[in-house]
């Protein structure tokens, strides 16, 4: 376990807009996996475990040897808050590891234009600024201005904390949220 650095990627199975939407593929790999690959190739050794309540899902990162955090259902609904899967991640990797990881990422596998490069500059920049303060978060933001869900990164006091973040940094990305089948057909067009 990396005590720096844990991802926490939400890969719950049910999707209302798109049916099966983490696991659909891309380049041959299911979408979750596909991004914990390219997740796996970045240079700060991240500790990368997915978060599911999907026996499915389980079976998938048992095949392609990822970690797996199970989910309680409550969490895992389209009501449920993706913030409650990360602390509950969190949570789980304090109880079974005994460490609180430097940083947290949460990051989301509807998104998989993401690139490593892209996380370590975003990583850099988050390691250099408010560098004395305990709650500080990186969104990533598209070019519209607009935060996109690629990734997240939070000090794990930031996970938890019940109030807005004042120390809150952009990294801006290009990368498309897949929602719909048109956004899957667009972000295949742009990968392949």
């Known amino acids: 376990m990396n005590k720096n650095l844990a991802i926490i990627i939400p890969a719950r199975l049910g999707s209302k807009r798109l049916k099966n939407k983490n696991i659909l593929p891309i380049k041959g790999l299911p979408m979750f996996v596909y991004v914990a690959k390219e997740a796996q190739k970045s240079k700060n050794n991240p500790s990368i475990f997915i ?113 807005l973040s004042t120390n809150v940094i952009v990294f801006f990305t290009n990368y498309i949220d897949i929602h719909t089948e048109r956004d899957y057909k667009k972000v295949l067009k742009n990968i392949n």
Do not use: W
């Open 51 to 163: 978060s599911s309540e999907s026996q499915k899902i389980k079976k998938i990162c048992d095949k392609y040897n990822l970690k797996f955090i199970k989910r309680p259902k409550k969490l895992s609904s389209h009501q449920a808050e993706k913030q409650e899967a990360i602390v509950h991640g969190s949570n789980f990797l304090f109880k079974k590891f005994k460490t609180k990881p430097k940083m947290i990422i949460s990051l989301q596998c509807n998104s998989p234009e993401f690139s490593h490069k892209d996380l370590d500059k975003a990583i850099n920049i988050f390691k250099k600024k408010f560098t004395n303060k305990k709650n500080k978060e990186l969104i990533s933001v598209g070019k519209d201005n607009c935060q996109n869900a690629s990734f997240r990164i939070m000090t794990y006091d930031a996970v938890f904390q019940k109030s």
